[in-house]
């Protein structure tokens, strides 16, 4: 049982980074899925959520049309695409799967602390 996060690095500000999530072991398609990050000294925060289906996503507002995520069920993994990025995006940003085929856990993503399985997380710097 796996959640693999990658594709994290250093990029100047204003850039782009695309993260992935590969799942294995579980059934992803009966998962929703969530990217947290946290900074240091700062405490982790949810910024975005897909529904198990694919079908719907929930952001933060930190994050609206700048990040996206998509999900696919036929490869097990999920894609974060992070454009504009700031300098306060800067942080280890982290996979995350819950069992939920509704939108409940995904609706409450920003304040989520639980899900029944974690990645390990990528770090993401973004310069100035």
């Known amino acids: 049982l796996q959640l693999q996060a990658s594709g994290g690095g250093l990029v100047q500000a204003g850039g782009s980074l695309r993260l992935s999530c590969q799942a294995s072991?579980?059934?992803?398609?009966?998962?929703?899925i969530g990217w947290f990050r946290q900074a240091p000294g700062k405490r982790r925060e949810g910024l975005l959520c897909v529904t198990s289906s694919g079908v719907s996503s929930y952001y933060a507002d930190s994050v609206k049309g700048r990040f996206s995520i998509s999900k696919n069920n036929t490869g097990n993994t999920v894609q974060l695409q992070m454009n504009s990025l700031k300098p306060e995006d800067t942080a280890t940003y982290y996979c995350?799967?819950?069992?939920?085929?509704?939108?409940?856990?995904?609706?409450?993503?920003?304040?989520?602390?639980?899900?029944?399985?974690w990645g390990q997380g990528t770090l993401v710097t973004v310069s100035s």
């Open positions: 995350a799967a819950d069992l939920n085929l509704g939108r409940e856990w995904c609706q409450k993503i920003t304040r989520q602390t639980m899900a029944h399985y």
């Open positions: 072991g579980f059934a992803f398609d009966r998962h929703a």
